[in-house]
């Protein structure tokens, strides 16, 4: 861990226009000794080390940790926190990667050395339930009817000992129309043009068809909120967006024959195979366009296809021209 001190700093906070009241939540994030408040309006944070985080931790592990979901009910808001990844605790327990909980008033959230405690909420008040008499007789008389049919069964266990079964209630399963929501709401805070659309009658979900190329910043961002929504929905989410490379109007010049090359604006000559900026390399040179390559992704520059311009000029001493 780097010495001095260690402040969780904002890389982007997205913002709805309602804001929460000014004595609304707040999040305290301690780590190092040092801690640093920030206010929350309703919509979705994702928290953590990584460059796709809402509320990014310095020198910590480049991942999403924790998502702060806030939203408002009767004029009073609440949060909801998810886990994701395993190492994160909420009031003392473990919780499981996707697994929601509810926060109250100082509800403290931690992982790794980074504490998380949520503010200005208000406090639950709990009301103990004295039944009235006559309410306790009516259940005792209940119970007592219970137990005598079942000593009345002809197959019960007469040596006294009744094994009662558990019965467990299933979380409910979120909608294809509901993760699309959800998706939808978390592309719009992180100020993303691109589409979300279920398909094939609701068998999966595609995003970002049809829309422009992402470049890599918004390329992050997006791939950050489908690790946060897409593993709770209930049918596939495709990414279907490109990658932008965003070489545009970076050919100069181009030649086809007798050998196949564009001169860039930077005055240098490149051949397919070579890298042009970054990652990206140059896979193919046809008449009016360039296709550049970065792992699985690939993009396509558009430019005069005229070879008008005079190459000469534009050679360098490295290729041997004037």
């Known amino acids: 861990m780097r010495k001095g001190p260690l402040q969780p700093s904002i890389v982007s906070a997205p913002t709805t226009g309602g804001q929460l009241v000014p004595d609304g939540p707040k999040l305290r994030i301690t780590r190092g000794g040092r801690a640093s408040v920030h206010t929350l309006s309703e919509g979705t944070y994702t928290i953590g080390g990584g460059p796709a985080c809402d509320l990014v931790i310095l020198n910590l592990e480049p991942e999403p940790a924790l998502l702060l979901t806030v939203t408002e009910n009767a004029g009073q808001p609440a949060v909801m926190a998810e886990a994701l990844r395993d190492d994160v605790q909420a009031a003392g327990r473990p919780l499981r990667p996707g697994e929601p909980t509810a926060l109250v008033a100082g509800g403290v959230i931690r992982f790794a050395d980074v504490e998380c405690v949520i503010e200005g909420l208000a406090s639950p008040v709990v009301r103990a339930f004295r039944p009235s008499r006559k309410v306790a007789a009516a259940g005792l008389l209940a119970l007592a009817a219970a137990i005598l049919l ?24 979120p909608t294809t129309d509901f993760i699309v929501t959800e998706l939808k709401e978390a592309i719009r805070l992180a100020h993303l043009q691109i589409g979300v659309v279920s398909v094939e009658n609701g068998a999966a979900i595609h995003i970002g068809e049809g829309s422009l190329p992402l470049d890599l910043a918004s390329r992050t961002r997006l791939e950050g909120i489908l690790s946060a929504v897409g ?23 181009a030649s086809y024959a007798p050998l196949k090359f564009v001169v860039g604006n930077d005055g240098r000559r490149y051949r397919e195979g070579d890298t042009v900026s970054g990652d990206w390399h140059i896979k193919e040179i046809q008449p009016g366009k360039m296709v550049v390559a970065r792992g699985d992704e690939t993009d396509t520059i558009s430019f005069n296809p005229e070879p008008g311009m005079n190459l000469r000029l534009a050679r360098t001493a490295d290729d041997g021209g004037a």
């Not at 009345?152 to 558990?166: I, V, Y």
């Not at 593993?231 to 010049?253: K, M, N, W």
């Open 150 to 173: 079942l000593g009345m069964r002809p197959d019960s266990d007469r040596s006294g000992s009744t094994e009662m079964g558990k019965i467990s209630v299933p979380a409910p399963q």
């Open 231 to 253: 593993r709770r929905s209930p049918v596939p989410v495709v990414d279907v967006t490109t990658l932008s490379s965003g070489l545009s109007g970076f050919v100069a010049a």
